[in-house]
């Protein structure tokens, strides 16, 4: 989200600044705030994920008024949080299958509006192999049936609890356990890709919308807006992994910035199909500042670097650019 | 523990919570609170705790924010007008667009406190009583640090009206008196008792006369420091040769000063730079400033250069005068050496001139030092130890009468260093000096959540105003635009509670005291990630590895 209130030191860039009004500060500025994912939860050291679904949930409990129910994916998030019999949900919350958890949020949502308790509002929540491979089927069901469920994507581009394996939002050229590097071309390939806020746009839901870890204010403004929409929304955020991406655990908010930053993870949000707001890149950076971090690129980056493909990676990046209008005018 | 009989289908074991799980196990370094100390603070000669004062003056806490300016520095409204603010040249801020205006928002408090009349109480009476040797800048912020610290205090000064060079050195239309006399005023009002017309001939003397428990010596250099130049010429053609401190201190008591004509000044230093500006003030037909260094080597503050260009002086740099042959001076151009130094050429020239102002330096008058045994002078200057006190027991001294920076805000620094180690001399105390903090280096800063803002620029009258009088030339900040000045603050190395560090931790292990009260962290939980860290704007955590 653009900077709002100006001149106040941080301004909104920040979790909280004294200078502004209580009710001008963020969810997680909040002494009060849910905690929605307490601690003791057994996420690696700077999980980019742990920390988006605490930041998007809080903001969806404080904008409901907490009458909240999430139905969860396997995958990362349901297995750090939650090993039987401990928990550190504190929300009602079920774990769902790997594949069917917008489905069972579904069922939630038919079930409340059944019983005629409408305040309570569904959010289905998964990583990105739940959500883009194997959840895919029952969430374009849901999409198309416009269900009440709000679902959330948390996009850490692999497999991340079973040994990071590839998954259909691995980018082109990334390591992983099942994309080695090595051959000609290294890493995972150059494909088509697969674009799930564009196809969810496809299919005219009310809203969807991307955000990253990185701008807290523009994420709970989102999910604020999105979980007082009555039909499907999507939300997928950009959840950097310390672990899966060889990155530094202290990285991980600095890595979802610069992925925003140099044009590869474009936030926007859209209605109905049409694009209706894009966060404009506040200081340009070349793909490679985002890349060198992270050693499921260092292949790229060794004694001779692969300028070819790190050529190919930023045309992607000015693809984006072009195509979102992410500078601002006169910036080019 | 209920039985698995008494559970629902399938449920063997209670729902428990992840907080018996202490992750802070996991942890090889630690994140802790620290604060760093702030360039500005680093550099101020006076020791201001400016990123303090800042940040509550970014509250709209005026009073307060004036008043911890007033802990380390007794003159805010005359900082915010001669200081030469050398904390902008240090400020973080200043790496990413401009240095705050520091200067302009601690003139706006100290205008603010003039205007609703704040002040500051004495301390409780100790007994003690302490002479003070000259009314200039660090006289008097001595006297009232030791008014402060309960100390009875009384001034000694030779000229007719307290302030030294403060008012006669620095002309009007840098100080106004109106502020100058109220902020003077405000130490008299806490019992401090100004001598006035009272020229002390024997410091040891007056000492065991009034009994005095110590004293310190701040009397300044009254003198200018002449150099013989050959000179020729005699009657109407002969030129007139003053120097700088008789012409700025005439300037003061508006006694008349032949300053007319074709004015040349020699000297390089700011009060060089004064008298050109007030010759030019004056009517001077035209005013030239003669210059043994370089421009980039000039002793004097680039501002003053710049506004004094501005008005029409003329500048000569590298020129030594030689020789006055009538109305006519000869000048050699110098050249520099491998090192600093200046080497001659041979070459002259010569211009016309009716008066020559020689600014060279200052020297000062010790005769009433002559009976305090003891004491040491080398090069001019009286020889002091860390904690100011010289060769005589009791007897402390600063400003510019030591070694020093000789500037306003480095003598208001030194009086009040003086005037702690007088009061620790007074109560028989040894203070150990404080070990500093770590600087706040930008590269420990996360400088992307500031916002963008603009350096709101001080409205300057424009030069024709500013030159047809001794009117005061930089405007003020109004109360908006010095609010957001001070916002544009990062706070460097200092908590300023924006919660980024509760907001970034994946694991909940930041606990939020409340306003005022900043963070803890909850180490049962904290895996050391170092997110915290890292995100912190101002670098106020530090991450440290655990004994493991």
Redesign the interface.
Known sequence: MDQQVKFYQTGTFTVGNRLLAPEQRSVQADMARTNSLNSGHRACQGCGEALGARYAIDAAMRACDKQLIAANATGCLEVFSTPYPETSWQIPWIHSLFGNTAAVATGIAAAMRVKGRKQVRVIAQGGDGGTTDIGFGCLSGMFERNDDVLYICYDNEAYMNTGVQRSSATPPAARTATTMPVGPEPGNVFGQGKNVPRIAMAHGIPYVATATVADLRDLEYKVKKAINIRGAKYIHIFVPCPLGWGAASHDTIKLAHLAKECGLFPVFEAEHGELTRVSKIRKPVPVEEYMKPQRRYAHLFGKQPALDIIAKIQARADRNIKQYGLLEQGEH | MSSVMDKPFAIT???????????GS?RTARPVYLDRLPPCNHQCPAGENIQSWLNLA??KQYEAAWRKIMEENPFPAIMGRVCYHSCEGACNRGKIDLPVGINSVERFLGDQALKHGWRVEPGKPTGKKVMVLGAGPGGLAAAYHLARLGHQVSVFEASPKAGGMMRYGIPKYRMPREKLNAEIARIKDMGVAIRVDSKVADVAQTIKDEGFDACFLAAGLQNGRRVEIPQTGEGSQKIAVLDAVSVLRAVELEEPVALSGRVVVYGGGNTAIDVARSAIRLGALSVTVVVLESREQMPAHHEEIKEGLEEGIHLVNLRQINAIDGKRLTLETMVSGAGRELVHTGQTETIEADVLVQALGQTGDYAALANLRGIVMRDGAVQVGTDLMTGARGVFAGGDMIPSQRNVTAAIGLGKKAARNIDAYLRAEQTAPKAKAEIADISRMNT????D?PRTVRPVLDVVRRTSGFAEIVGNLDEETAV?EA?????CGNC?????C????????VI?L??GKRFAF?Y??C?????C???C?CGAIK?VPEDI
Not at chain 2, 13 to 23: E, I, M, P, R, Y
Not at chain 2, 496 to 500: G, L
Not at chain 2, 527 to 531: A, F, L, P, R, V
């Open positions: 074991l209670d729902v428990g919570s992840s907080l018996a799980n202490k992750t996991w970014e509250e992307r959540y500031y916002s803002a957001f916002r544009r603050c990062m706070s300023f509670e924006c919660d980024n509760y907001g970034v931790c994946p694991d909940n292990s939020k409340g306003p909850n049962d939980y895996k050391g990630c170092g997110i860290a890292a995100e704007p991450m």
